[in-house]
Each structure stands twice: as structure tokens, then as C-alpha cells.
């Protein structure tokens, strides 16, 4: 996190999101200054609270894309949620400390994962011994002369050898696996307890008796398994859990997607009461408090939220004030452009005409697109937005699937490398009458 710099995390951001200049910088600047945090001296440290970020824009613009790219950037603790799914207390659904867990969970997977790494190696070491006893025991010295002995050690050691080589990666051998029990019951507890459904839930899967049954399974195989088997006895679960929950306390980000439709607009009846609820409930979260979880008391003083909406029907100022102030940082997101259409078209890393092109490619058919196609494509995309709902960048998927169909559908049968050009005139005539026909444009959304 040393070297990941506002600006580099803005140019990691670049590689797939276009436009949305503003969000990428105040996203970068609170991301760096987790990890400013971690460096001041300790008295100070816990009087610093992060800036709590609210995007706003249409569908479509990248804020969900953000939220992604975030998480395989950062290496801290990080889960988005949609603000939609949770309902007040006493309402059937999920309540708002689930988000907690779930941070804590990631957490706890991330470490194990890191753990593992670590001992990699030696579990590795370990688990090549296991098979080797299997595909080679020791024969057993009151059973045989001095002479034999040496004789059986001799071949032995050739044998390693080749099995260093991988010579004996697809003998079979039999192995003593752990099987996985199937649950004698599911647990359900009462709405709004995930925490002590989750328990009862790991009770009641360790009360079944740990069962090994032999099979017989490649040397690959098997060394995947006993790897996995002696990498869980050199970790530490009890440090893993205790690093776990003090990442997801002081490095964990929450982006809680969709808090537009948590937001009413001052009813005093119907759902509206139930979403005010909601932002009642998620309150104390963001301002900080302590949520019980499986693997301990976690705090939430310290944890980042990136919220993101579209605020269609309602506006930010439609959230309960005490809601507002925990999120500073307001965010507009820029809507998309034709020319950031052909932008999203060619430059992301993940642009969708690369895509296709990987896809067709695996048939053997060589895509191109011509610069005039990718244009039309672009422009009709943005007439389609302005004359129908704006789903943003979503559209290009809908335009796209339109116009390729035909190709997608008929080269599956055709055997041999082929080219196939893309042209302007091949886009005109293939979508003029869905973007001229209104009864017609249903079909692409």
C-alpha cells in the first residue's frame, strides 16, 4: 500500500473505467489516506476518522466498476453490499451488521489465504513425503536381510528421483480423504439473527463425526489435497482470526451500493417508513459501534464506506440529515459522452470489442472492427439513451449482442480460419431499424 500513490491507483483506475475523473481522485485520496493513518503516532491515530464517500450518478456510469477495480487493487479487507437487501429490525430480511460479517469473513478468508502462501513450501515438502510413503514404503528391516535392505533403499531413491521428475503424476494411488458430511439439518433462526443461525449452523456441522474414506485418486491429485490438509495444521487459526479482525477494523472498506432506494421522501406511511428504518439501522454502523460476530467483537470506528446511487426519483437530501453528515464527501459522476463510448469500446483493458474478438477468436474467426463501425456503433448507443431510458455504458452491451448475433449464432459450424470486417455500412444495416423503430427498440432494453 506504500507505493500506491493517488496517482497510481487513479492510472489502475483508468485501465478499465472511463471518464469519472473526480470520483477516481477522491477515491484514490481515501485510499491513501488509510493509509496515512496507519503511519501517525498512536494518540492521534484513533482521533482520525475516514471520510465516508457517497457517489452519485445515473446507470450505467462506473460506479459499480469502481467499486470491483477497488477490490482487486486494494489489498485490505473490502465487500459490497447492496443497501436494496437489508429491511428495519423486525422485518423478514437481512439486518444491516450482516455487512460487518461479511467484511470480518472476507477478512478472515484473505488471511487464511496469506497464511497458506507463507507455508506453502513446507506443506508442499510435507505432503510429497505422504506420497511417496504411499507409492514407496519403507520396507520393514526385521523382515529382510542387511544386502536387501540396501538393494530396496537403492531402487528407492531412483524411484524418487523420477518421482521429482513428475514421471508419476497420473499413477493412481489410494488415499485416506477426509469426506465431507452432509449436514444432518439446516439450521433457520428467527429474522434478523444471521449471526446465531450461522453458529447454530458450525454447531451443529462439528457435532458430526469427521469421517475418512479411501479412494483412490491421481498423484496430482492427491498432492493437492495433502497440501490443503498440511497447510491447515501449520497455520494458527487463532492468529489468523486475531489479524483478521484487526484488518477489517482499521483497513476495511464497505461499499454500500444502491442507498438511493433506502431513501424516502417523507411519508409517514408504506414503505417509505421501512426504508427510513433501514438508514436508522445503518446509522451507528457508519458512525462507529461494535457488532458481535462469529470471531469476535468487531469495531467499526475506522472501517470506510463508499456509498453509490442513482438518486432517480430522490435526491441525497432525501437520506435522514444524520445519515448525510456520515457521508462527507459527495461525489457528481459525469454522464457518458458518444466519445466516451468509443473510448469504453477500445481503450479499457476489458473493452467490449476485445472481448468479442476473444470469444470469436476461439473459433477461429479473426474480428476486426473499422474505426467508422466502432463510431456508428457509439452514436447509435447514445441516441438510443436519449430517446429511451439511460442505462449508460450498459447500452454498448445490448447494441453490441444486436449486431453480432447472426455472426455468433452462425460461425460455430463454419470449420477453418476466417476474417470477418466490421464495416459502417454493416452496422447501419443491421440496427437502422431498431434504432428507427420504436416498436422494434423493446427488444434491446
Given at each position: 500500500?506504500?507505493d500506491?500513490?493517488?496517482?497510481?491507483?487513479?492510472?489502475?483506475?483508468?485501465?478499465?473505467?472511463?471518464s469519472?475523473?473526480?470520483?477516481?481522485?477522491?477515491?484514490a485520496?481515501?485510499?491513501?489516506?488509510?493509509?496515512?493513518?496507519?503511519?501517525?503516532?498512536?494518540?492521534?491515530?484513533?482521533?482520525?476518522?475516514?471520510?465516508?464517500?457517497?457517489?452519485?450518478g445515473?446507470?450505467?456510469?462506473?460506479?459499480?466498476e469502481?467499486?470491483?477495480?477497488?477490490?482487486?487493487?486494494?489489498?485490505?479487507?473490502?465487500?459490497?453490499?447492496?443497501?436494496?437487501?437489508?429491511t428495519?429490525?423486525?422485518?423478514v430480511?437481512?439486518?444491516?451488521?450482516s455487512?460487518?460479517?461479511?467484511?470480518?469473513?472476507?477478512?478472515?478468508?484473505?488471511?487464511?489465504?496469506?497464511?497458506?502462501?507463507?507455508?506453502?513450501?513446507?506443506?508442499?515438502?510435507?505432503?510429497?513425503k505422504?506420497?511417496?510413503?504411499?507409492?514407496?514404503?519403507?520396507?520393514?528391516?526385521?523382515?529382510?536381510?542387511?544386502?536387501?535392505?540396501?538393494?530396496?533403499?537403492?531402487?528407492?531413491d531412483k524411484?524418487?528421483?523420477?518421482?521429482?521428475?513428475?514421471?508419476?503424476?497420473?499413477?493412481?494411488?489410494?488415499?485416506?480423504?477426509?469426506?465431507?458430511?452432509?449436514?444432518?439439518?439446516?439450521?433457520?433462526?428467527?429474522?434478523?439473527?444471521?449471526?446465531?443461525?450461522?453458529?447454530?449452523?458450525?454447531?451443529?456441522?462439528?457435532?458430526?463425526?469427521?469421517?475418512?474414506?479411501?479412494?483412490?485418486?491421481?498423484?496430482?491429485e492427491?498432492?493437492?489435497?495433502?497440501?490443503?490438509?498440511?497447510?491447515?495444521?501449520?497455520?494458527?487459526?487463532?492468529?489468523?482470526?486475531?489479524?483478521?479482525?484487526?484488518?477489517?477494523?482499521?483497513?476495511?472498506?464497505?461499499?454500500?451500493?444502491?442507498i438511493?432506494?433506502?431513501?424516502?421522501?417523507?411519508?409517514?406511511?408504506?414503505?417509505?417508513?421501512?426504508?427510513?428504518?433501514?438508514?436508522?439501522?445503518?446509522?451507528?454502523?457508519?458512525?462507529?459501534?461494535?457488532?458481535?460476530?462469529k470471531?469476535?467483537?468487531?469495531?467499526?470506528?475506522h472501517?470506510?464506506?463508499?456509498?453509490?446511487?442513482?438518486?432517480?426519483?430522490?435526491?441525497?437530501?432525501?437520506?435522514?440529515?444524520?445519515?448525510?453528515?456520515?457521508?462527507?464527501?459527495?461525489?457528481?459522476?459525469?454522464?457518458?459522452?458518444?466519445?466516451?463510448?468509443?473510448?469504453?469500446?477500445?481503450?479499457?483493458?476489458?473493452?467490449l470489442?476485445?472481448?468479442?474478438?476473444?470469444?470469436?477468436?476461439?473459433?477461429?474467426?479473426?474480428l476486426?472492427?473499422?474505426?467508422?463501425?466502432?463510431?456508428?456503433?457509439?452514436?447509435?448507443?447514445?441516441?438510443?439513451?436519449?430517446?429511451?431510458?439511460?442505462?449508460g455504458?450498459?447500452?454498448?452491451?445490448?447494441?453490441?449482442?444486436?449486431?453480432?448475433?447472426?455472426?455468433?449464432?452462425?460461425?460455430?459450424?463454419?470449420?477453418?480460419?476466417?476474417?470477418?470486417?466490421?464495416?459502417?455500412?454493416?452496422?447501419?444495416?443491421?440496427?437502422?431499424?431498431?434504432?428507427?423503430?420504436?416498436?422494434?427498440?423493446?427488444?434491446?432494453?
Open positions: 500500500m506504500k500506491l500513490t493517488p496517482q497510481k491507483i487513479v492510472k489502475e483506475l483508468d485501465k478499465y473505467i472511463i469519472q475523473k473526480n470520483a477516481k481522485k477522491s477515491v485520496i481515501a485510499l491513501r489516506n488509510r493509509w496515512r493513518r496507519q503511519q501517525v503516532d498512536q494518540d492521534i491515530r484513533d482521533e482520525i476518522n475516514p471520510n465516508n464517500i457517497i457517489l452519485i445515473s446507470t450505467g456510469v462506473g460506479k459499480t469502481i467499486s470491483r477495480r477497488l477490490s482487486l487493487l486494494v489489498g485490505a479487507p473490502f465487500v459490497k453490499v447492496e443497501a436494496s437487501k437489508f428495519e429490525v423486525g422485518y430480511g437481512r439486518d444491516v451488521e455487512m460487518v460479517r461479511d467484511l470480518v469473513a472476507f477478512s478472515v478468508k484473505q488471511v487464511k489465504v496469506q497464511k497458506e502462501n507463507e507455508v506453502q513450501d513446507k506443506a508442499l515438502r510435507n505432503a510429497n505422504r506420497i511417496l510413503e504411499l507409492l514407496f514404503p519403507k520396507p520393514k528391516k526385521e523382515s529382510f536381510s542387511d544386502q536387501e535392505l540396501d538393494r530396496m533403499e537403492k531402487t528407492r524411484l524418487k528421483k523420477k518421482f521429482k521428475n513428475k514421471e508419476f503424476e497420473d499413477k493412481e494411488i489410494k488415499i485416506m480423504a477426509r469426506s465431507k458430511p452432509m449436514p444432518m439439518m439446516q439450521v433457520m433462526g428467527p429474522a434478523g439473527m444471521d449471526d446465531l443461525t450461522s453458529n447454530l449452523q458450525d454447531m451443529m456441522d462439528n457435532l458430526a463425526p469427521k469421517k475418512k474414506k479411501s479412494k483412490y485418486v491421481k498423484v496430482s492427491a498432492r493437492e489435497l495433502f497440501v490443503k490438509e498440511e497447510s491447515e495444521k501449520l497455520i494458527d487459526m487463532d492468529e489468523v482470526v486475531k489479524l483478521a479482525v484487526s484488518r477489517a477494523e482499521q483497513s476495511g472498506i464497505i461499499f454500500l451500493d444502491e438511493d432506494k433506502i431513501a424516502g421522501q417523507g411519508s409517514s406511511s408504506g414503505p417509505d417508513v421501512s426504508r427510513e428504518g433501514v438508514q436508522r439501522d445503518i446509522l451507528p454502523i457508519v458512525e462507529g459501534s461494535i457488532v458481535n460476530t470471531f469476535g467483537q468487531v469495531k467499526t470506528d472501517v470506510l464506506f463508499i456509498s453509490a446511487g442513482a438518486f432517480h426519483v430522490c435526491k441525497p437530501s432525501d437520506l435522514i440529515p444524520e445519515l448525510q453528515g456520515r457521508f462527507p464527501i459527495r461525489v457528481e459522476m459525469d454522464d457518458l459522452t458518444n466519445d466516451d463510448f468509443v473510448k469504453i469500446l477500445l481503450r479499457p483493458k476489458n473493452a470489442i476485445k472481448q468479442y474478438q476473444a470469444l470469436m477468436m476461439s473459433e477461429g474467426v479473426d476486426e472492427f473499422r474505426k467508422d463501425a466502432i463510431k456508428e456503433i457509439a452514436k447509435i448507443s447514445t441516441d438510443l439513451n436519449h430517446k429511451m431510458e439511460n442505462i455504458a450498459r447500452r454498448l452491451h445490448t447494441v453490441m449482442t444486436s449486431l453480432l448475433d447472426e455472426i455468433l449464432f452462425d460461425e460455430a459450424n463454419n470449420k477453418g480460419s476466417k476474417k470477418i470486417i466490421i464495416t459502417k455500412s454493416f452496422v447501419t444495416n443491421k440496427l437502422k431499424n431498431i434504432s428507427d423503430d420504436e416498436d422494434l427498440r423493446r427488444y434491446i432494453l
